[in-house]
């Protein structure tokens, strides 16, 4: 008596791979209108209490690029960084606080930024409306 050996079937069963691809396709269309790059924000307006002012200066970033140290008009961001290097030599642990106009250009904002932390002061507080 021989024993009949069936031959190996060598297609291969798809219907998992189908499945799992199904699946993963609904979860993409689902996900991807909920992944967004941008988003728009008003960044200047705050709902947190205020920090109370203490006797540190202030910068003030007007709408037209004029640059304030406390209330002095400065010429430009040179100006600036010698006020705030001058500050930041009499106080060590000193910071300042940044009040910029929110219509300014962010780049601008940021090189000001830049500028003061370059003249020695690393405690810069964001002066917001509430």
């Known amino acids: 008596m021989r024993k009949y050996r069936r031959p ?9 791979f189908v499945d799992v691809m199904l699946v993963l396709l609904v979860i993409f269309m689902i996900t991807a209108p909920l992944m967004q790059h ?3 924000v008003q960044l200047p307006k705050e709902s947190i209490a205020p920090i109370p002012i203490k006797e540190i200066p202030t910068i003030t970033l007007k709408s037209n ?6 209330q002095e008009e400065l010429a430009n961001l040179m100006g600036l960084t010698r006020n705030v290097e001058q500050y930041a030599q ?28 370059e003249a020695g002061v690393q405690n810069i507080g964001m002066v917001t409306e509430p």
């Open 65 to 70: 690029k004029k640059i304030f140290w406390k």
């Open 90 to 117: 009499a106080n060590k642990e000193g910071g300042v606080y940044l009040r910029a106009d929110k219509t300014l250009d962010y780049g601008f904002i940021m090189h000001v930024l830049s500028a003061v932390k």
């Open 8 to 16: 190996y079937l060598a297609e291969i069963n798809v219907t998992p």
């Open 38 to 40: 941008g988003m728009e």
